[in-house]
């Protein structure tokens, strides 16, 4: 769901979009609401590097 709501903004720019790894980084986003962000250790616990974290983390203020 989350995934095809965004699709058309990820075309060509987010090429690991489409595997497990952006679900878990989805959840995990999830279960730190109300908290302050630390990219280093979402990004880590995910599995994704900090530039991936910080380009997935745009898109929750991204509009088409």
Same mark, same amino acid.
């Given at each position: 769901?989350?995934?095809?709501?965004?699709?058309?903004?990820?075309?060509?720019?987010?090429?690991?979009? =489409?595997?497990? &790894?952006?679900?878990?980084?989805?959840?995990?986003?999830?279960?730190?609401? &109300?908290?302050?962000?630390?990219?280093?250790?979402?990004?880590?616990?995910?599995?994704?590097? =900090?530039?991936?974290?910080?380009?997935?983390?745009?898109?929750?203020?991204?509009?088409?």
């Amino acid at each position: 769901m989350i995934e095809g709501n965004i699709a058309p903004l990820l075309t060509g720019f987010y090429p690991r979009i =489409h595997d497990r &790894g952006f679900e878990r980084f989805v959840r995990l986003c999830a279960g730190r609401t &109300g908290q302050l962000l630390n990219l280093s250790n979402l990004a880590n616990d995910a599995g994704v590097s =900090h530039a991936t974290a910080r380009a997935w983390i745009g898109l929750s203020s991204s509009r088409p």
